[in-house]
């Protein structure tokens, strides 16, 4: 019996991938971003175990929304790959029963190889880039931003279609060198059919203070529409410097 843990799921997500899409959040992450919005997904015990059929459940009645808009099933997390058997299943299901669109939205902390499988039955991937740079990283999320480089690589040197996300908050992702080397590393890949930027915000404070953490971004703003369009041309510049190389 294939079962996983599921933190929660919503019907009817509409950035979580093309069209309107089924998105199911999966429990347990191995970073700890430090603007985490989920951090009661951290817990690799957590959620709720719920089995294969009673996912499908959630998704049918609503097929006719997904079909007419392009749209289809997303799995999210925390990390959806930390349960790639129960996720590839899922996949593999929604494809032979109703011929779904699969987004797999992932911050790539995981091995190309190791999760090949549920990738062949992955459409899209949504990569989170957290922090170009690897101390930042580390300090942001408290893991290397190595796999996650390594996964994007992996996905471009096997011609997978790729949209990439970055969470941009003040103060830790405004330095200019970082934002032209994310965009340079960005131009080297295949497959990118879209680039964007995530405006940090604060509303998942009230779930840091409900698990009794202090919450490390406490007083940082979200940012300005003119820094966020700097973050923009600065990537879009490094891009065009790998793609001239």
């Known amino acids: 019996m294939v079962t996983g843990r599921v933190h929660s799921l919503e019907t009817f997500g509409t950035v979580d991938g093309p069209g309107i899409r089924f998105v199911l959040f999966m429990q347990g992450c191995l970073m700890q971003c430090q603007y985490c919005h989920n951090p009661d997904t951290w817990n690799l015990d957590g959620g709720k175990v719920m089995q294969l059929e009673e ?23 925390g990390e ?9 299943a899922l996949f593999k ?14 911050n790539g902390y995981n ?29 942001l999320t408290g893991v290397s931003n190595e796999r996650t480089l390594k996964l994007a690589q992996w ?5 997978r279609k790729m ?18 080397a994310l965009g340079e590393f960005i131009g080297t890949l295949k497959g990118v059919e879209k680039f964007e930027i995530l405006p940090y915000h604060q509303m998942g404070i009230y779930k840091w203070q409900s698990l009794g953490r ?20 600065l990537i879009e510049q490094g891009r065009r410097q790998a793609t001239c190389v």
């Open 155 to 159: 996905l471009s040197d096997h011609e």
């Open 214 to 233: 202090i919450y490390p971004l406490d007083g940082v703003p979200s940012p300005t529409d003119e820094e966020v369009e700097r973050a923009y041309r």
């Open 111 to 139: 091995d190309g190889e190791k999760i090949h499988e549920l990738l062949e039955v992955t459409d899209l991937v949504m990569l989170d880039l957290k922090h170009i740079n690897n101390e930042k990283h580390k300090k």
């Open 55 to 77: 996912v499908l459940a959630e998704i049918e009645p609503y097929l006719n929304y997904y079909r007419s808009s392009g749209g289809g099933l997303t799995v999210s997390g």
């Open 93 to 106: 299901a929604v494809k032979e029963r109703w011929n779904l669109h699969t987004t797999l939205d992932s």
């Open 163 to 180: 949209w990439i996300r970055h969470v941009f908050v003040p103060g830790i992702h405004d330095a200019e060198e970082d934002l032209i």
């Open 80 to 88: 959806p790959t930390l349960q790639a058997p129960f996720v590839k």
